[in-house]
């Protein structure tokens, strides 16, 4: 399985995210224009408020495929999605990828290349895992010789057959997995000239991609998450999780009074995601020799009220909430809700794009 190839298919293309605790799918065909969103759908589960082992999938605990594969099949009834033909992310804790660079050569060098050196950057044995690669950029290193930046992309045989149960219980063909960060790269990043962070905070874990021009550079992870906030507002304030939930997402870090000013309790567990986004940052400037430019959020997280000034502070550099929805053209009638809808899309679209890319 090709993790970088298109398939060509003019039928629509399903893109499907399975995150943490959610799965959201956007469905994307072609024509003569520019991609088109003819549908999305976005189910949450809420029972890990309660229960913290309650999850889908996070790095510490194996993928449920029945429990998946009965939500998606849902959320495909409901959401009344019509395309059979599906591409799944993987997210960055059941994967490996690294950036390296090589000396420019050929297309069939660099095969050989990495058939001969590629097995050196793989933590694992590479008869138990599916591996891929792909040129994502050059530049002129310091003595000014011409380098190639290639991507290697890495996953578990073991996980892709788990999602080929999933999606075959789910009566859909899976053709296609690629690293979440790799289809935020996509949907974020397809005009950008310099390298920007794109970080994508969900419910259990929160990842870190460098991005550029479409492409997926680096990256990192961390648990601290959305989840996290809303753990540590549960006991500070003693309340029940789900309350917790609400009063994070109608206040955020605007709370005051009767939340004991919500920000003193949420701002650090944002630090923490700030320190890693930093070390993410610094390790790929100091490896590469390239600046990131600026920041994105991506994922519920960045809905967060308060979220985007916080982390520009923090950061001084330019930070946005990432629009998925300025790739593609759309029911005119989701207009008012594409700002808050595009964050826990970026990957589902991103997916969906790929074979327009």
Not at 71 to 93: D, N, Q
Not at 287 to 300: D, H, N, P, R, T
Not at 310 to 334: M, T
């Amino acid at each position: 399985m090709s993790f970088f190839d298109s398939f060509l298919s003019k039928q629509p293309i399903l893109g499907v995210d399975i995150g943490t605790t959610s799965i959201k799918v956007a469905e994307v065909s072609k024509a003569d224009g520019p991609p088109t969103l003819n549908n999305y759908g976005i189910l949450e589960t809420y029972g890990y408020l309660e229960r913290f082992n309650e999850a889908l999938q996070t790095s510490s605990l194996k993928l449920s495929e029945k429990n998946i594969a009965g939500y998606l099949k849902i959320l495909l009834e409901h959401s009344r999605i019509r395309a059979r033909t599906a591409i799944a992310s993987i997210p960055a804790f059941l994967a490996f990828s690294t950036l390296i660079e090589a000396p420019t050569m050929s297309e069939s060098e660099v095969r050989k290349f990495m058939e001969i050196q590629g097995k050196q950057y793989i933590p694992m044995p590479l008869s138990a895992v599916t591996i891929d690669w792909l040129k994502v950029g050059e530049r002129r290193d310091e003595s000014g010789e011409q380098k190639y930046q290639l991507l290697i992309v890495s996953i578990p045989n073991e996980q892709i057959e788990k999602y080929q149960n999933i999606f075959k219980a789910s009566g859909l063909k899976l053709v296609s997995v690629e690293v979440e960060g790799m289809s935020i790269a996509r949907s974020l990043s397809a005009n950008l000239k310099e390298p920007a962070l794109a970080i994508d905070i969900g419910s259990r874990s929160t990842s870190f991609s460098v991005v550029q021009n479409g492409f997926y550079k680096f990256g990192g992870q961390t648990d601290f998450s959305g989840g996290s906030l809303t753990q540590t507002i549960a006991s500070g304030l003693s309340i029940n999780p789900k309350r917790a939930e609400d009063l994070k997402k109608q206040r955020g870090l605007l709370g005051f009074g009767g939340e004991h000013e919500l920000s003193t309790l949420i701002q650090p567990i944002l630090d923490v995601i700030i320190n890693e986004a930093r070390r993410v940052i610094a390790n790929y400037e100091t490896s590469y020799q390239e600046k990131v430019a600026s920041v994105i959020l991506s994922g519920g997280g960045a809905n967060l009220i308060g979220i985007k000034d916080y982390f520009n502070k923090n950061f001084g550099l330019p930070v946005s909430k990432g629009n998925p929805f300025s790739k593609i053209s759309y029911p005119k009638i989701l207009e008012p809700i594409t700002k808050d809808t595009g964050p826990f899309l970026s990957v589902a679209i991103g997916l969906a794009l790929k074979n327009f890319s």
